[in-house]
C-alpha cells in the first residue's frame, strides 16, 4: 500500500493499493480498496522433539513467516480512476437522442421506429 | 478488427453534437434506427432557404462507435453542401473514408439513410410552406 494516486481522493477509498506485476515491473496499476473482508496472516513453526525419559516432547521453533495480506481485489475498466460510470454514461447519454427524447417527456415504448 | 483511428477521433472528439428546433422551416430532423436494433440515429440539417445551402447539420447518436463516428462525419460532409449535393453522399464513401469494417456497413447505411430522412423532413416542411403561402 503506498501512494495515492491522482483522483483518488475524491472517491473516498478507504485505501490505495498498487499492483505491480512481478513480471513487469514498470507497470503499476493503482487501484482504490474499500475492503469489505481481507485476511492477514502470520504463522511461525515448530517442531516437537521427542526426549528419551521425557513424557512430553519439547517445542522448538523451526522458523516464522512473514506477515501476509490476502484480498480479493475487483480490477474494474478504468485505469484512471475516474468513475466509468460518470465518464462514459454521461457522455454517451449527451450523445444519445434517446436519453433526448426521454428528457422531453416521450415514451420511448410507444415511438414508431423505422427499423433496420 | 480494431477500430481505425478516424473512428477513433471522431467517436472521441464527436463534431456537432446538438439539436436544432424541430419545428423551425429550415430545419430538417431524420431520426432512424430503432433501440432493438441498437442504433438510433437523429440528424438534423438547418438549409438557407434562399441558397438551398446546408448551413449547418447536428447529430445524435446512440450505438456503437461506427455509429458515432458515421453521423459525426456526415454532418461534417453536410455543412457547405447543397441539398442535392447532400443527397449525393452515399453510404460507401463513409465506408471508404472511415475504413469500415464489413461488419459495421450497416452503421454507415444508417447513416446515408439519415441524411435521406433529414432532407425529405426539410422538402416537406418546405414543400409545406410553398403551399400555405400559395394558398394565402
Known amino acids: 500500500m503506498s501512494v495515492?494516486?491522482?483522483?483518488?481522493?475524491?472517491?473516498?477509498?478507504?485505501?490505495?493499493?498498487?499492483?505491480?506485476?512481478?513480471?513487469?515491473?514498470?507497470?503499476?496499476?493503482?487501484?482504490?480498496?474499500?475492503?469489505?473482508?481481507?485476511?492477514?496472516?502470520?504463522?511461525n513453526m515448530f517442531a516437537e522433539i521427542p526426549v528419551p525419559g521425557l513424557e512430553t516432547p519439547l517445542i522448538q521453533y523451526i522458523r516464522g513467516d512473514s506477515e501476509k495480506l490476502s484480498l480479493e481485489a475487483l480490477v474494474d475498466t478504468s485505469d484512471t480512476l475516474d468513475d466509468v460510470r460518470v465518464t462514459y454514461v454521461k457522455k454517451l447519454r449527451e450523445l444519445s437522442p434517446l436519453y433526448e427524447m426521454f428528457k422531453e417527456g416521450v415514451d420511448l415504448t410507444k415511438v414508431q421506429w423505422t427499423a433496420h | 478488427?480494431?477500430?481505425?483511428?478516424?473512428?477513433?477521433?471522431?467517436?472521441?472528439?464527436?463534431?456537432?453534437?446538438?439539436?436544432?428546433?424541430?419545428?423551425?422551416?429550415?430545419?430538417?430532423?431524420?431520426?432512424v434506427g430503432a433501440p432493438e436494433c441498437?442504433?438510433?440515429?437523429?440528424?438534423?440539417?438547418?438549409?438557407?432557404?434562399?441558397?438551398?445551402?446546408?448551413?449547418?447539420?447536428?447529430?445524435?447518436?446512440?450505438?456503437?462507435?461506427?455509429?458515432i463516428a458515421s453521423s459525426s462525419l456526415a454532418t461534417e460532409w453536410l455543412r457547405g453542401r447543397t441539398v442535392d449535393e447532400a443527397l449525393a453522399i452515399k453510404n460507401t464513401d463513409i465506408v471508404n473514408e472511415l475504413s469500415l469494417p464489413p461488419v459495421?456497413?450497416?452503421?454507415?447505411?444508417?447513416?446515408?439513410?439519415?441524411?435521406?430522412?433529414?432532407?425529405?423532413?426539410?422538402?416537406?416542411?418546405?414543400?409545406?410552406?410553398?403551399?400555405?403561402?400559395?394558398?394565402?
Open chain 1, 4 to 43: 495515492t494516486p491522482t483522483g483518488a481522493t475524491a472517491r473516498k477509498a478507504a485505501a490505495y493499493l498498487e499492483v505491480i506485476r512481478p513480471a513487469d515491473p514498470k507497470t503499476i496499476i493503482p487501484l482504490c480498496f474499500n475492503p469489505t473482508e481481507y485476511q492477514i496472516s502470520k504463522a
Open chain 2, 1 to 31: 478488427m480494431a477500430y481505425s483511428n478516424k473512428v477513433l477521433d471522431h467517436y472521441n472528439h464527436p463534431r456537432n453534437v446538438g439539436s436544432f428546433d424541430k419545428s423551425d422551416p429550415n430545419v430538417g430532423t431524420g431520426m
Open chain 2, 38 to 67: 441498437g442504433d438510433v440515429m437523429k440528424l438534423q440539417v438547418k438549409v438557407n432557404p434562399e441558397t438551398g445551402i446546408i448551413e449547418d447539420a447536428k447529430f445524435k447518436t446512440f450505438g456503437c462507435g461506427s455509429a
Open chain 2, 104 to 136: 459495421k456497413i450497416h452503421c454507415s447505411v444508417l447513416a446515408e439513410d439519415a441524411i435521406k430522412a433529414a432532407i425529405s423532413d426539410y422538402k416537406n416542411k418546405a414543400g409545406v410552406t410553398t403551399q400555405e403561402t400559395a394558398t394565402a
